[in-house]
């Protein structure tokens, strides 16, 4: 019998003014996306921003529904819309931003299993690893580069392949 370890890494840093002009403008939309999130169930407030190698940057939040299934994560919009308006370019960095009145969300809120693997899915599209930022009530951030350091053993499109 042979037990395997993995581990993953991320940074954190102590607030905004330790990241780059690009990661911070990206921090800023996905705040600006949290603000209009629909999230009247949850009251849980999420905003994510994309940004592609062609730099442009997409936005999203999270959308409830009364039938709570049928919503989606702020992740999901923007990778999405990036992808519908842009398909095959790839994903550079990802901000993901979340705030609730409900509670002291004092560490960042890192995405759900299921972003995770759409996340993963556009990563292994282009080959390249998506840096992702993540920040939460307070101005800690911690950045994590590439999507293996959040989803380890993933599932992935060359799994189908014999
Ligand atoms: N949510 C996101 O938007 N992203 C995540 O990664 C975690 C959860 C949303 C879904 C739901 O609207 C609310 O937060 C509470 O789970």
Same mark, same amino acid.
């Given at each position: ?67 709570? #299934?049928?919503?989606? &994560?702020?992740?999901?919009?923007? $990778? ?7 398909? !095959?370019? /790839? %994903? +550079? ?14 560490? #960042?809120?890192?995405? &759900?299993?299921?972003?995770?693997? $759409? ?7 282009? !080959?390249? /690893? %998506? +840096? ?31």
């Amino acid at each position: 019998m042979i037990t395997h370890t993995l581990s993953v890494a991320y940074t954190e840093v102590s607030g905004p003014d330790n990241l780059s002009d690009q990661d911070k403008d990206l921090l800023q939309l996905a705040w600006e996306a949290c603000d209009s999130a629909y999230a009247p169930y949850s009251n849980f407030h999420v905003g994510a921003s994309v940004r592609l190698a062609n730099d442009l940057v997409f936005k999203g939040n999270n959308q409830e529904n009364a039938a709570y #299934p049928s919503g989606i &994560c702020a992740e999901r919009v923007a $990778v999405f819309s990036a992808s519908a308006l842009h398909p !095959g370019i /790839p %994903i +550079r960095s990802i901000a993901v931003v979340a705030r609730t009145e409900v509670f002291n969300l004092s560490v #960042p809120v890192t995405p &759900c299993g299921a972003c995770r693997q $759409v996340i993963a899915e556009y990563e292994m599209l282009s !080959g390249q /690893p %998506i +840096r992702i930022l993540l920040q939460g009530n307070s101005e800690k951030i911690w950045i994590i580069d590439g999507i293996a350091n959040l989803l380890p053993l993933m599932f992935h499109g060359g799994d189908l392949k014999k």
